[in-house]
């Protein structure tokens, strides 16, 4: 079955900079790809997603860019604030509608 | 946007007790719901795909007898823990997707923790 892996486990950058998270995934029939940022004893919420047939997306700070050939996909947060500071997760749809996680990335901001 | 709603956010039982969690679609249809398992630290893992109107299906490793669920109307999902013990304590989130669009977006409730003594 579909496997995610996702890197790095933890993350801390200076407020202003600039952080990517980085996933691979294994079933080359997954087809959306969506980044979900999950607070603490909260549900995930949708951040940007991305489908096969695009190779990048941009939602004002928040960027994903996807290579089908390499299997990988890759979130991408500018200028990062407070606020940006959850653990980030990203996932795969291989089939019938079902998300693969990757392990999650506790992403710090330090001001 | 669409709103998926969880109820209890938080229940405590005894061990050996039943416990009923609801995930309901408040301003959407939705044929499949999703039900994950979140450990401490760690990431959701699907446990099973709830079908509105036939019987769910499970992933491979969850008890079917254990993890009881029924959709029996199109914005409405349950999840019981039958006879619960200690192990099962765990933060559990549902899913839904929109069934008047073709997006593939997932909408997550805000997750129920289950504490078993």
């Known amino acids: 079955g579909e496997n995610v892996e996702q890197h790095p486990s933890t993350l801390s950058v200076q407020e202003g900079d600039s952080a990517v998270i980085k996933c691979t995934y294994s079933?080359?029939?997954?087809?959306?790809f969506p980044w979900y940022k999950q607070e603490l004893g909260k549900g995930p919420q949708l951040i940007i997603d991305?489908?096969?047939?695009?190779g990048e997306k941009k939602d004002q700070r928040i960027a994903v860019t996807l290579n089908k050939t390499a299997k990988h996909f890759s979130l991408h947060i500018t200028e990062t604030q407070p606020e940006d500071s959850a653990v980030y997760f990203c996932a795969a749809t291989p089939a019938a509608q079902k998300l693969v996680f990757g392990q999650g990335t506790r992403l710090t901001i330090n001001p | 946007g669409a709103v998926v709603s969880q109820h209890p956010s938080r229940v405590i039982c005894k061990s050996g007790t039943s416990v009923k969690i609801e995930c309901r679609s408040l301003?959407?249809?939705?044929?499949?719901m999703f039900w994950y398992r979140q450990f401490p630290k760690k990431s959701l893992m699907l446990m099973a795909t709830s079908n509105e109107g036939s019987k769910a299906t499970y992933e491979q490793g969850v008890e079917k007898d254990k993890f009881l669920i029924n959709h029996a109307s199109l914005t409405l999902s349950t999840l019981t823990v039958t006879s619960a013990h200690p192990e099962d304590s765990s933060f559990y989130i549902c899913?839904?997707?929109?069934?008047?669009?073709?997006?593939?977006?997932?909408?997550f409730g805000p997750g129920t923790r289950l504490t078993v003594l």
């Open positions: 301003d959407f249809q939705a044929t499949t």
């Open positions: 991305i489908r096969s047939n695009v």
């Open positions: 079933d080359s029939a997954s087809n959306y």
């Open positions: 899913s839904a997707r929109d069934m008047g669009t073709a997006s593939d977006e997932q909408f």
